[in-house]
């Protein structure tokens, strides 16, 4: 065999090697307990979905098959009902989503909890039906 064969099915066999290392790389795996909600949307059954009236509407909240936090809703006004896209609000979730709603001079303030991966409360909060949530933070302790 000449050199330049030899060469050749070198580089083969390398570029063969590589591509079956790539190809046998455990995929990400889905959460076993994992419910179907509809369009794409995965959930992790054990922490259900939170679902909640506000004036003029309805909100889904769960948590995905990544752990995230996703929404939807609908008004009521709607004239088919339709609900949004499930939107990522993020984080990394160890339970369900708790909430909390209030008015405030009109507003309805919305406090959304969960549990993290280090064990604390986190919240984000929504000012009003429509403004857009704040970051994610530490929930203050309760009593």
């Known amino acids: 065999m ?3 064969k030899r060469m050749k099915t070198a580089a083969v066999a390398a570029a063969i090697a590589a591509v079956t290392a790539m190809g046998s790389a455990p995929a990400e795996a ?3 307990g994992t419910c179907d909600m509809g369009y ?3 959930s992790i059954c054990e922490y259900g979905v939170t679902q909640r009236h506000f004036p003029g509407g309805v909100e889904q909240f769960i948590i995905g098959s ?3 936090v996703w929404t939807r809703w609908h008004y009521d006004d709607s004239p088919t009902l339709q609900w949004s896209n499930w939107t990522s609000l993020g984080g990394i979730a160890r339970s369900e989503v708790f909430l909390e ?3 405030d001079d009109g507003s309805f303030i919305t406090r959304m909890t969960i549990v993290g991966t280090d064990g604390r ?3 984000r909060v929504r000012p009003r039906i429509g403004a857009s949530w704040t970051g994610w933070d530490l929930a203050p302790a309760t009593a």
């Open 66 to 68: 990544d752990y995230a």
């Open 30 to 32: 889905v959460p076993s």
């Open 2 to 4: 000449t050199t330049m």
């Open 101 to 103: 709603g209030e008015r």
């Open 40 to 42: 794409g949307a995965l």
């Open 121 to 123: 409360a986190w919240q």
